[in-house]
């Protein structure tokens, strides 16, 4: 800021300004005057390249879904069936059997067969591979790029890097996350400006897989309803704050932080009008909820996760993070898998439906996955542990190269082998996809520049339409 | 390969004809010390830098082996993306010039240490060199300075054509510092007196000052300042995050260092070595000890399996904080390279890893997988005698409970042969039966009194002390073998083992680790602090971890640093913004002072006076700089917007605590109470198993807590990833993160939280009633003075007046106005 700020232009402009001068305008005066960086970070910033998606849903499996009883079919553990390894472990088949789907003839479990569905539109990589083998370490990673330091998540990266276009919604939602495994961590921006951090909505406070995470229906998010006044009395009193404000900045001549308040509350009004709009689910129609599963068990909870997401989405939220867990089946896993698939496999391809339908499908990057993978062994629980060195995950929407199987586990699903994707990669290939460089997006603190992919990452371009 | 006395001839001639005409026509341009941009930190002009090559970190040059030697692999143009030089290959000859000359071993005349002009900047930074006294800057309005500190700040202003601003009035003066100081707004009362005190404005701001400095109110926001920087955290964050029971004693201990003007040079060497420094009383001791908690109330990963990992890795978030905090200095880069910008090698990291990985951290964190982080410092006159006391006096009300249930059978063996027969044993015992049951009911009255003499469980504070010197390990180490075997043989008869006793660091240095992977140990450091400020830290003696000379060192009156970063942090708190603005960082990556000679005089001031924090607060607030009015300049603010050259006060936002704090004050409901505990702690004493002790586990922690409290908002928990909401949306330092400067943001989240919390609705009803109490017609100006310690303007006045008429001069209209003050930016704003 080392020219001289239009200050008595922007000053006229709000003094003149009632209350419904646009947001817009105002960030446009903002931004030509450089205070936008210093007053709000989520005003839209151009991306480094031309993007193929401008938003991300990321479908969040935590506790690690088996990739052998998903999409990641092996033949041969099938001859490999009930092979001791000692200690009550043995290799062990899929108890679930494979269909192919789509024109790509992508072979899907049973337990996914509403997924199956848009076979042609996934783009699975089963040679996904983490750094630990350890919930917590793993999940921190997979939402931070970082296990071990404190970094700011993806979608705060994310929003860093591109701002959000709907000023009166938070930038990035997460939904039914826990406290467990890094707490608000998994959504929060660190040493980014804190606006980018993750708005947690329905968070909850177990790392039990025990406790049951409260219903997603009927939840508000906090300080967004006025329990004492009526709309018409906030919106007099807002016209008074105003008022004060405005002398206050009459007296000051000049006040970049007054001003950015007082945009703070025109966009505040707003957006306590709108969130809670964009989070009632229950008036879309009821085609919509049933394909959603909305209303109905199992799939109620997850289903309004992910029509939330769409509506944030279509709203111009820039992130959603969506939870649903726990997969950690170390015991039956042929109760559990199940149980979790059947809460969010329908609502998973009910929002694929959805936003092809409405238009916004090539717009938005799906991404689903766990933190990392389960081996294709049996233990003497019947369950499956955990499994670090090879996982699948996959994409679909905007930039994703639909039907695609993409690298490979060894013959029984362990260890990815070939066409190995880190987590690093697949973050560096989400920023690619939304036109930013995951070496060019820095943030310099403490003394050096700090980015999501570290040192690491490779942007995998076999993955991109 | 030649012999050393034709190298001398024939080689360097070689050289001198072949080689060295090509480097200076086809080389240096790019790599030299001379070139405008080094590229690849190769430098190709001496024999030093051509033989040890750049950032591939392979030898460039080695005598005698030509195809090992990279510049070879470059000029022969083979490897596509190894191509020197750049702009066309070389020709046949001049290849097989360096290829023969290589052949021949290489001679080359040329001696020196190669040095990168960057390595060379960082010799030259600022920051290394001692603190100078300068003379009193000559300006040319010789009346306007109060204070050195003026002729400073003027004379920088004079020159860049500028002049400072007006004074501020007193109502200005009065909140700005009331709020600076205690993180309240003033009392109507306070501003009365000041506003009526017929000394001349800087007498009696002198007056205002000393009192404040004075309220208990100073230790709680300096306090909170501190425990920024400190990283101050509840529970260990990070992926399983247990709590933190007795965190809460280490952040009294800062509030109060601040309220005692504990002198920063000590307050530094107890953070550092407070288990180390001499105490006349074990009181003193306790107060010196609980300083050490800043090494370890750090983020920890509790579950982390490799234990040479977890311990380095707590290593590194102790050289990064006292690096950071102290020094002003990312240390932590060295970790894995030497640091690429600040001469800080890696030995010297790892001569400071050392240090800390030979001291105990006492945590007092149940975990599930570090128990040595269970383990806390008992308070009291014993210290840790008390445990030893509490065993031994377990041990010895077990053997006489034992006793009493010998005594007990051997009495029952003669009784139950006359209950049998129906006797009533009591009324006709038999001679043997009388005396058994004699020596019952003695050993009972000895099993009641010892158990009663076990001593009560101590209070525990969080800590650091000492590793184990050779001595007292090698014993420990017989002792847990021991312990293991005994472990072993338990599990083995299928019985319960008792919790192993937690493993304690020996005395020791530390390996280099190679790119910082801790499975690539290199050489021994010997343990030391850091090397770039040409004086070295004392001998450490094999017994010692080395906290003791390492705090010494920090704070040696040579150390150029210590006090400089300090004032500079003092300096940010009262401007918002320091004369270096990286507060941080002062390394060659932070930003360099605004006013050099000025930060160099309050540093040896500051030295001078005895690390006075209070004597420096006072003698900032009374300098005429200070005392400016935050008027804007249009001219002014177009050449300097943040007036970093202080042409005015800029004013700043109120910190989240703040807000909160005087809100509270507002509405006259503020709790004044200093607190003496902590919820974590209390909320931890209720788990009947310490491992539950983790946050989101069986969700204990988020059911017990309370956020509705009345008092400061220091007190409030502060759990790493679960703050409390409302310093959360305004912005509170991330307790994970070293934070001198917080960032304040601007965001719709804010202004709802302010309209629509039921916090701020509930105590605006509350500040309503205050401001009833007033006549009808004062109504306005009592808001005012209550909101902003001013009386509304005019306009203010009419606007508010419509406002009461259109709504109703009720107990509702009013709350709805409290609310409004509060809501709007001047309540927020330091002016």
Not at chain 2, 516 to 538: E, I, M, N, T
């Amino acid at each position: 800021m080392n020219e001289a700020p239009p200050l008595v232009t922007r000053r006229s402009a709000l003094q003149q300004a009632t209350c419904g001068f646009g947001s817009v305008a105002l960030a446009g005066l903002m931004q030509q005057s450089g205070l936008a960086a210093a007053s709000n970070p989520l005003l839209p910033k151009q991306p480094h390249f031309v993007p193929r998606a401008k938003s991300v849903i990321f479908l969040f499996m935590r506790g690690g879904p088996s990739q052998v009883d998903s999409f990641d079919y092996k033949p041969e553990l099938t001859k490999r069936h009930e092979e001791n390894l000692g200690g009550g472990r043995r290799y062990y088949q899929s108890p679930w059997e494979f269909t192919q789907y789509g024109q790509c003839g992508l072979p899907v479990s049973s337990l996914f067969p509403h997924t199956g569905r848009y076979a042609d539109d996934l783009c699975v990589i089963n040679s996904m591979h983490t750094d630990i083998g350890n919930h917590p370490q793993a999940i921190v990673q997979m939402l931070t790029g970082s296990f071990q330091f404190v970094r700011p998540s993806v979608g705060s990266w994310t929003v860093y890097g591109l701002g959000t276009e709907n000023q009166n919604l938070p930038g990035f939602l997460s939904i039914n996350s826990d406290f467990s495994a890094g707490g608000a961590r998994k959504y929060g921006c660190a040493f980014l400006p804190s606006a980018t951090a993750g708005t947690a909505i329905n968070s909850w406070g177990g790392g039990d897989s025990k406790i049951i995470p409260p219903a997603l229906k009927d939840f508000e998010i906090p300080h967004t309803k006025n329990k004492t006044y009526t709309r018409m009395e906030q919106r007099e009193q807002l016209d008074l704050l105003q008022s004060l404000n405005r002398n206050r900045l009459a007296q000051d001549g000049a006040n970049p932080a007054l001003e950015g308040i007082i945009h703070s509350y025109e966009t505040a009004f707003r957006m306590q009008a709108d969130l809670p709009d964009v989070l009632n689910v229950d008036q879309e129609p009821e085609r919509v909820l049933k394909r959603y599963g909305i209303n109905e068990d199992p799939t109620d909870d997850f289903g309004r996760a992910c029509l939330t997401a769409r509506r944030a989405v279509e709203a111009g939220v820039r992130y959603v993070q969506l939870n649903i867990g726990f997969w950690d089946q170390h015991t039956k896993i042929e109760e559990g898998h199940p149980a979790l698939a059947a809460k969010s496999d329908l609502p998973v391809a009910g929002l694929i439906a959805d936003l092809k339908e409405r238009g916004l499908f090539d717009d938005t990057l799906i991404v689903w996955t766990g933190e990392f993978g389960r081996p294709p062994i049996y233990n003497k629980n019947n369950g499956r542990d955990h499994n670090a060195e090879g996982f699948t995950a996959w994409l679909a929407g905007g930039g994703a190269k639909g039907g695609l199987r993409y690298g490979l586990t060894d013959e029984l699903g362990y260890k990815s082998v070939e066409k190995k994707v880190h987590l690093h990669d697949l973050h560096a290939t989400m920023l690619h996809i939304l036109g930013l460089d995951h070496e060019r997006l820095t943030y310099r603190y403490g003394g050096r520049d700090f980015r999501l992919t570290d040192v690491h990452g490779k942007v995998v371009h076999d993955l991109l339409a | 390969m030649l012999s050393a006395g034709a190298w001398a001839n024939e080689g360097v001639e070689f050289f001198e004809s072949r080689i060295r005409p090509v480097l200076a026509a086809k080389c240096y341009n790019c790599h030299s010390t001379k070139a405008t941009k080094v590229k690849g930190d190769y430098l190709l002009d001496t024999r030093d830098g051509i033989r040890k090559g750049g950032v591939s970190k392979r030898d460039a040059v080695i005598p005698g082996d030509v195809e090992g030697s990279q510049l070879i692999e470059a000029i022969r143009y083979r490897n596509e993306e190894l191509q020197m030089p750049p702009k066309g290959k070389l020709s046949a000859a001049e290849i097989s010039a360096f290829e023969q000359w290589i052949a021949m071993g290489a001679p080359d005349p040329r001696d020196g240490v190669s040095r990168l002009p960057r390595e060379i900047a960082a010799e030259n930074h600022w920051a290394w060199k001692r603190p100078k006294p300068s003379e009193l800057p000559r300006v040319k309005n010789a009346k306007w300075p109060k204070d050195a500190i003026d002729n400073h700040v003027l004379a920088r202003l004079e020159s860049e054509g500028m002049y400072p601003n007006r004074d501020a009035d007193r109502r200005t003066l009065i909140r700005r510092a009331t709020l600076e100081l205690t993180g309240l707004p003033p009392s109507v009362k306070a501003v009365a007196e000041f506003l009526g005190d017929p000394d001349p404005t800087r007498k009696a701001f002198g007056r205002v000052v000393d009192r404040l400095l004075a309220d208990q109110g100073f230790g709680v926001r300096w306090g909170r300042h501190w425990l920024d920087v400190a990283r101050y955290g509840e529970s260990s964050g990070y992926s399983r995050n247990m709590l933190y029971p007795y965190a809460w004693r280490y952040r009294n201990w800062v509030i109060d260092s601040f309220n005692d003007d504990k002198p920063y040079d000590q307050f530094v060497r107890e953070q550092i070595a407070g288990d180390l420094l001499p105490s006349n009383s074990y009181e003193e001791k306790e107060k010196q000890i609980l300083g050490t908690a800043f090494l370890t109330v750090g983020a920890k990963t509790f579950n982390e399996g490799q234990r040479l990992l977890f311990d380095l890795n707590c290593a590194d978030d102790q050289i990064d904080v006292t690096c950071r905090a102290f020094l002003a200095l990312t240390a932590n880069c060295a970790r894995c390279h030497d640091h690429k910008y600040d001469p800080i090698p890696t030995r010297d990291y790892y001569a400071m890893t050392g240090i800390f990985m030979s001291s105990r951290n006492l945590a007092g964190s149940e975990t599930n997988v570090r128990d040595e982080h269970a383990e806390a410092y008992p308070l009291g006159p014993e210290g840790f005698g008390i445990l030893e006391k509490i065993k031994e006096a377990k041990a010895k009300a077990d053997k006489e409970q034992a006793f009493y249930m010998d005594l007990v059978k051997k009495r029952n063996e003669l009784r139950d042969p006359l209950v049998k027969k129906g006797i009533d044993w009591k009324k006709n015992p038999t001679p043997e039966l009388k005396e058994a049951e004699a020596k019952v009911q003695a050993q009972q009255a000895v099993v009641k009194e010892t158990k009663g003499a076990i001593p009560g469980p101590p209070n525990y504070a969080m800590a650091v002390v000492e590793g184990l010197d050779a001595k007292e390990f090698e014993a420990f180490e017989a002792f847990l073998k021991t312990e293991k075997e005994e472990i072993a043989e338990m599990k083995k008869a299928k019985k319960r083992p008792k919790n192993p006793t937690p493993e304690r660091p020996p005395i020791k240095d530390s390996p280099l680790f190679d790119k910082g992977l801790h499975d690539s140990p290199k050489d021994l450091v010997p343990r030391g602090a850091l090397s770039l400020f040409g004086y070295r830290s004392q001998t450490i003696g094999t017994n010692e971890s080395g906290r003791l000379q390492l705090a010494e060192w920090i704070t040696d009156e040579r150390n150029p640093m210590t006090a400089r970063v300090y004032v500079n942090r003092v300096w940010h708190h009262l401007f918002g913004r320091g004369l270096v603005e990286t507060v941080d960082n002062f390394g060659v990556l932070g930003s360099q002072p605004s006013h050099p000679e000025l930060l160099d005089q309050l540093a040896l001031d500051f030295m001078k006076q005895g690390w006075s924090t209070k004597k420096l607060v006072r003698r900032i607030m009374l300098s005429r700089t200070y005392m400016q009015s935050s008027a804007h300049c249009e001219e002014f603010a177009a050449k300097d917007p943040d007036a970093a050259l202080r042409w005015r006060f800029a004013p700043q936002l109120l910190e989240g605590e703040a807000i909160r704090d005087s809100v509270l004050f507002v509405s006259g409901r503020l709790d004044p109470v200093h607190m003496t505990t902590s919820q974590v702690e209390e909320i931890s004493k209720q788990q009947a198993l310490g491992r539950q002790r983790e946050i989101g586990r069986r969700d204990y922690y988020m059911k017990d807590v309370t956020w509705d409290v009345k008092h400061r908002s220091v007190y409030l928990p502060m759990t790493r990833g679960v703050i409390p909401d409302m310093l959360a949306i305004f912005d509170a330092a991330d307790p994970n993160l070293v934070v001198g400067a917080r960032k304040l943001t601007i965001v719709p989240t804010q202004a709802l939280y302010l309209a629509n919390s039921a916090m701020v609705i509930g105590e605006s009803k509350h500040a309503a009633k205050r401001v009833m109490a007033a006549p009808a017609e004062d109504r306005i100006d009592a808001a005012y003075e209550l909101a902003y310690a001013r009386l509304a303007n005019e306009t203010e006045r009419a606007t508010l007046q419509k406002f009461v008429n259109s709504a109703g001069a009720n107990e509702k209209t009013w709350s709805r106005i409290c609310q409004t003050l509060i809501c709007s930016g001047e309540f927020r704003t330091i002016y």
